[in-house]
């Protein structure tokens, strides 16, 4: 059983689909789509901090600009 994300995502490329039965491969499909989906919303989550901090500095530049905001 993988303990990490990291040793999921390894299990999950080092299958072989042609030895898989084409249920099998249907659930390989769908967790390589969870995985990529998991990619997705962690580059957005990333990309979110990012703008949560550049308004973060902003908020305090006018704080200590123009004294305590209006």
């Known amino acids: ?8 995502v390894e299990l999950l490329y080092s299958i072989d689909p042609q030895n898989l039965t084409v249920d099998q491969q249907i659930a390989l499909a ?4 969870a995985l990529a989906q998991a990619e997705r919303l962690e580059l957005i989550q990333q990309r979110l901090y ?17 004294g305590p905001p209006r």
């Open 30 to 33: 769908q967790g390589y789509a």
């Open 1 to 8: 059983m993988a303990d990490t994300v990291a040793d999921t």
């Open 50 to 66: 990012n703008i949560h901090q550049v308004i973060s500095r902003w908020v305090m530049h006018a704080t200590t600009a123009d």
